[in-house]
């Protein structure tokens, strides 16, 4: 019954069909954009996990083979000194290799935050899509 009291006629039995569809259609696009950007920060996961696992090991690579070049020169270098200077010469060399060693420490840390945010694609797109739903232009 309506407001007035008459009886209310039912609704054309195919009316709502076409809303229906429209809304199972938007949900399906909802789910597929989900999908889709979810996809995309598992590839930019994977992709992170990768450049780490290369950055760590050519890191330990690289220190193993300075460490032995290291020890072998600073050797080479005490030997070839008087036997009078050799405790100095070998005092010397620690210092040097120490400060380099801080120096090559502070470059790795700022080479190391110098990257990206993590899953910043994902979330661009995500900021994207956001726009687009709600009729902003970019």
């Known amino acids: 019954m309506d407001d007035a009291g008459r009886p209310r006629e039912a609704a054309a039995p195919g009316l709502f069909d076409g809303l229906r569809e429209a809304a199972q259609l938007v949900v399906a696009d909802v789910i597929d954009i989900g999908r889709t950007r979810l996809e995309l920060a598992t590839l930019e996961l994977e992709q992170e996990r990768l450049r780490l696992a290369r950055l760590w090991m050519g890191a330990a690579v690289t220190l193993f083979l300075l460490f032995v070049g290291v020890v072998l020169a600073a050797a080479w270098i005490v030997l070839l000194c008087p ?41 661009a797109e995500l ?3 956001e726009k687009a739903l709600r009729g902003e232009t970019a």
């Open 83 to 123: 036997p009078a200077w050799q405790a100095t010469a070998l005092g010397g060399l620690t210092a040097v290799f120490l400060g380099a060693a801080a120096l090559a420490a502070w470059r790795w840390k700022a080479d190391a935050e110098r990257r990206p945010p993590l899953l910043h694609g994902t979330l």
């Open 127 to 129: 900021r994207e899509d």
